[in-house]
């Protein structure tokens, strides 16, 4: 059975950072990727890394660090300088391909269940 499980986020003063880890289990992907959500707005990608490459939203470009360990199973996200507009639900998304591209949420087959972000100023 695939499952992905995120762990870390919380409560962060504006300014600081966090680290979001996913692991998978059940098999390996090349796609992984982090969106986010914020009730009453659509869900908006954050950042993925497929076939080696990092992809990032224009909202966190200069202000992350992505990674996706050797045995392609976890993928950690960290964000720096946070804002307040970075408070919202993350979620962890993978497929064994990214068969629609990084940036679509339609391409990932598997999600964890989030981890929320909350930035205050």
């Known amino acids: 059975q695939i499952q992905l499980v995120e762990s870390g986020g919380g409560s962060v003063q504006a300014g600081g950072s966090t680290r979001l880890t996913c692991v998978a289990s059940g098999r390996k992907f090349s796609c992984m990727g982090w969106f986010r959500k914020v009730p009453g707005r659509e869900r908006e990608f954050v950042a993925a890394v497929y076939s080696g490459k990092t992809h990032s939203s224009e909202s966190v470009a200069g202000r992350f660090t992505l990674s996706l360990d050797n045995g392609k199973t976890t993928l950690d996200l960290e964000l720096f300088s946070l804002r307040t507009e970075d408070t919202a639900m993350y979620y962890c998304?993978?497929?064994?391909?990214?068969?629609?591209?990084?940036?679509?949420?339609?391409?990932?087959?598997?999600w964890g269940q989030g981890t929320q972000v909350t930035v205050s100023s």
């Open positions: 998304a993978a497929n064994p391909y990214c068969i629609h591209g990084p940036v679509s949420e339609t391409g990932y087959a598997h």
